[in-house]
């Protein structure tokens, strides 16, 4: 079990341009969260799956932003058209949930984004 | 609306002592609340889980108490050690809901 882990560290990126993040978690969590996180505040949920089926996306979520979790497994994120607004650190989590009870989550050590 | 506070201004603190840290929140039946640290660069790490049915959990150093009726949870480091200095986020999992919402975080620094 090496934890969560999320690439490529940093990406810098032109406005416009799509980028995409990967993520991949504990192997045995079936849940799997987005999060981002800005300087000085804490994580802001984007969406998260169960398996391989997405069951919530923040209404704040543009729809620029797409998300997949094709095979239950690793996690794609998705930016098209990026805006500076979108420079961020992006937090992928895990967890096991277990009879609807679902406690703790495993971060990566996320991807930064840089908007020029 | 629904809202967790933390304190956002940094806790200084000299080594040895108790740090206290706390998390209100408005508008909101959590099932349980947690605790995390983070560092920077780096993702979030779980310290504790407390269940709206416990009023007080421990680990090692670390304390946390949780109050229903005033809406409120406090996080306590006790004998705080430089390696303490981190970031510390609460979280709430909402009873009808599956996400886990997190505060903004207060910045700690326990100094020598």
């Known amino acids: 079990d090496t934890g969560v882990s999320q690439n490529p560290r940093h990406k810098i990126t032109k406005r416009g341009q799509n980028v995409t993040f990967r993520c991949d978690p504990i192997s045995e969590h079936n849940r799997l969260y987005w999060y981002r996180q800005t300087l000085g505040q804490g994580p802001e949920f984007l969406t998260y799956?169960?398996?391989?089926?997405?069951?919530?996306k923040s209404r704040l979520l543009s729809d620029r932003f797409s998300a997949e979790r094709p095979k239950g497994s690793f996690s794609t994120l998705e930016i098209q058209r990026t805006e500076q607004g979108d420079s961020a650190m992006y937090l992928c989590?895990?967890?096991?949930?277990?009879?609807?009870?679902?406690?703790?989550?495993?971060f990566g050590s996320g991807t930064q984004l840089s908007v020029l | 609306s629904q809202k967790i506070e933390q304190n956002s201004e940094a806790l200084n603190i000299q080594e040895g002592k108790t740090a206290t840290l706390t998390c209100n929140y408005t508008n909101y039946s959590p099932a349980y609340l947690q605790w995390y640290r983070q560092d920077p660069g780096r993702g979030p790490v779980f310290l504790l889980l407390i269940r709206e049915n416990e009023k007080e959990k421990r680990k090692e150093r670390l304390k946390v108490t949780f109050d229903t009726t005033l809406k409120q949870s406090l996080f306590h480091i006790t004998a705080s050690q430089p390696a303490d200095s981190a970031t510390y986020l609460c979280a709430l999992h909402r009873t009808a809901g599956n996400k886990l919402t997190f505060g903004g975080g207060t910045r700690v620094l326990v100094k020598p």
């Open positions: 989590a895990s967890s096991l949930e277990v009879r609807r009870r679902n406690e703790k989550l495993f």
């Open positions: 799956f169960q398996n391989e089926a997405q069951l919530e």
